[in-house]
């Protein structure tokens, strides 16, 4: 295994997101929609966290989509208006292709486990429409 | 006043829209913000209304963008999840670098209005980055 | 099996949903997020396409809740401003407690397969927030 | 003027909100309609930046909405993935039974205005469906 697979497999982040009243719907609670909107903020952060003077937010610009290929949730709680959300993700499976990232998401408060998400994801070339290698990206993206 | 402006200042068009579950929140009704969603979709109806052989969709891949510039919202009803939300729009003024549409919103089943929308529109063309002629946009646009 | 689990499992529903602009990303394509809520316009068609007098929009008012426990989304293409999304519905599994629900979301132009879903379901009342048990909730709610 | 009044007419809040990439569209910058969403953090910031124990999201736990009557935006500038927003709230008028909020959105980093949104909200008692006189509602609200 690389140095910078081993990294990236032994990275942990955790973040947390404010639930909005436009979030929630007529059950009082989040809609299962939004928890989407919630790991996502977790693989942000997750990116950012790695040791690199890049944004991921910027790789849109420069033509590069991380794009989601399958995910898979199971609710486990609900949130409610003003709950935080706890977002701890790591990543569980990096392959030359396609990168398994694992969410889990709790109500601060209380630690209530609320979900659990496997997000894989892929890293795209816009310009040539193209899949790119994914530790390749990471061997540029990462500065370690 | 021209034929075209003429044509478009008389001319009105409705929708139907449905409400989601996820359009509302905790307080069982459609959140304030969905409405611009609702008046959004009139918008679109209204373009692919006038006699053109082209969609308001296929403008963004013409570089062509429609934006808004001012909006004003009057919440006079509520609506729930399984409404159906009618739209009836018309335009009320046109500019040389500006159009000014009206989205009356009622529930469809007791005509109840529920929002009264006053929303500014440009047309920009991205390559650009300026805005278009109004009148000499809808001249191309509308073939009458 | 009961001739109301054979009646449900060989059922299938199709409806279509337009795409917004509003459901688009910065990538130019509908964001992953969003098939969520075109396969809960997918869920609630099904239902209504049931031999029955109500609508699953009333349950939430009769203090009835259709969650989501589970759900998993291949993406498979991607989909654009004005596509309309064909979604394909039946009902794989029903236990107890819980019941499968499959969706396929195709472009409705070309039949692209955009995502496959796989949506695990209950019903609760909202009154005890107690699970009810699916079989018993169908023969209220299906009239055959 | 009484206490309560003057001190709310000169109080102000201001509060940070990122962007995520699902607020953006095929244009590449924030959609129009999630302004709305900036601009009520502005409003529950402001709210909670009041000298009270009580926290404005527990209002709708306790049959207290605190909804939107009428709102209004101008679009001055354009917010991408990744810009945080500065969110100024000032409350600007106090009538018996509506308010009038005034927000101001900046993209942080260059303190560009991107919007200023005048929105009138009212209390109402979900338990009574009537409209709570404002004062007194702040009178209770608020510890001064």
């Not at 939004?34 to 690199?52: A, E, H, I």
Request: aromatic share 12%; proline share 0%.
């Amino acid at each position: 295994m690389s140095d910078i697979t081993e990294y990236l497999l032994n990275h942990s982040d955790s973040t947390v997101v404010k639930v909005r009243f436009n979030d929630t719907d007529a059950m009082g609670i989040v809609h299962f929609m939004n928890y989407m909107m919630y790991f996502d903020d977790g693989f942000v952060s997750f990116m950012n966290s790695l040791g690199t003077s890049r944004k991921v937010e910027e790789l849109i610009h420069q033509k590069i989509a991380l794009g989601v290929k399958h995910v898979e949730v199971s609710y486990e709680g609900s949130a409610r208006f003003g709950d935080y959300i706890l977002v701890e993700t790591t990543l569980e499976e990096l392959g030359s292709k396609s990168m398994k990232f694992r969410h889990k998401l709790y109500r601060e408060s209380d630690k209530t486990l609320l979900a659990d998400v496997k997000a894989v994801r892929f890293v795209m070339d816009l310009n040539t429409k193209s899949l790119m290698n994914v530790k390749e990206f990471f061997s540029n993206f990462v500065e370690i």
